[in-house]
C-alpha cells in the first residue's frame, strides 16, 4: 500500500510539473528543474583523486597519475570509472528521490549539466564495438521498486553517448544483503558471487553503469566477471561518487 501512495504522489508531481512548469529543485524557483544559480553550486566531482576508482587522496602538491593504496595493491579488472557528481549535499537528496520515492523521471533532468562532458569523455571509445551495461538489481527489489535506476541511467547515457545498452547480459545470480547497511569488508563479502553473464561473449569494451559508487566492491566484482566472461576493457559510469 505504501509503495502505492508513493507511485501516486510520484505521479501528481510529475502531472503539475507538466502543466504548471518546471520548479527548481533546489531553490523552487519557477523555470527549470535545476536553475542557473543552482547549476554552479552541484557538487561537480573535482579535486585530487585517484585516477582508477576516484577515491579522494589527501596530501599537498600531488601531480596527476596517482593511484591509491587499494588500486596499488589491489589493481581492478576495470580501467577507469567516470563519475560527474560527488554524493554530497542537497543532490544526495535528488537521488535518494530516484532510488526510494519513485523519482525515476529525474534522472534525465540530472543528465542535463553534465551532457557535454560526458560525450567528451567518451569520445575516445569505438563506438561500433562498445557496449552499455547496467548493474543488475536482485529480483526483489526489482518488484518491490519497480525500477532499477541504474537501468534507467544506462538508457539515459546511451542517448547522449550514442553507445548501445547490453540488457540482460550482467545477471544478479545470488540474493544479496543491501550493502548500505554493511561495513566496508562487509560489502566486500557480500558481493562475492552475486553476479554472472547470461552468455560467454568476446566483447571489446564495456561501460558498466551503477548509481552510486561507494566502496567499489560491486563494481569490482562484476568488472571481475565481465572480463572472465569475454571482455577486453572495462570502463565505469557512476552517476554519483561518495566520498566514503
Ligand atoms: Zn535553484
Ligand atoms: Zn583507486
Not at 71 to 98: H, M, S, T
Not at 204 to 223: G, K, M, Q
Amino acid at each position: 500500500m505504501y509503495h502505492f501512495f508513493k507511485q501516486i504522489n510520484a505521479f501528481f508531481d510529475n502531472f503539475i510539473s507538466f502543466w504548471i512548469g518546471e520548479k527548481c529543485y533546489f531553490c523552487g524557483e519557477p523555470g527549470k528543474f535545476i536553475c542557473d544559480i543552482c547549476i554552479l553550486k552541484l557538487p561537480f566531482l573535482e579535486g585530487n583523486t585517484c585516477i582508477k576508482c576516484l577515491t579522494p587522496l589527501q596530501g599537498a602538491n600531488l601531480n596527476n597519475n596517482l593511484l591509491c593504496g587499494e588500486c596499488l595493491k589491489n589493481p581492478p579488472d576495470f580501467k577507469q570509472v567516470y563519475a560527474p557528481f560527488w554524493y554530497e549535499g542537497r543532490l544526495k537528496d535528488l537521488i535518494q528521490d530516484v532510488k526510494f520515492r519513485q523519482r525515476y523521471y529525474y534522472i534525465p533532468k540530472i543528465f542535463v549539466p553534465i551532457k557535454e562532458k560526458v560525450i567528451n569523455f567518451f569520445k575516445t571509445l569505438d563506438l561500433r564495438k562498445s557496449f552499455i551495461v547496467p548493474v543488475p538489481l536482485s529480483k526483489a527489489r526489482k518488484i518491490l521498486r519497480g525500477y532499477n535506476q541504474s537501468h534507467l541511467i544506462a538508457n539515459e547515457l546511451s542517448k547522449i553517448v550514442k553507445i548501445p545498452v547490453l540488457y540482460n547480459y550482467l545477471i544478479k545470480v545470488k540474493e544479496i544483503k543491501p550493502m548500505m547497511t554493511l561495513s566496508r569488508e562487509e560489502r566486500f563479502k557480500n558481493i562475492k558471487g552475486a553476479f554472472s553473464v547470461a552468455k560467454k561473449n568476446s566483447v571489446d569494451t564495456i561501460i558498466l553503469v551503477d548509481d552510486i559508487i561507494t566502496t567499489t566492491a560491486t563494481i569490482r566484482e562484476a568488472s571481475y566477471v565481465l572480463k572472465k566472461g569475454g571482455c577486453n576493457e572495462i570502463y565505469i559510469f557512476g552517476l554519483c561518487r561518495a566520498k566514503n
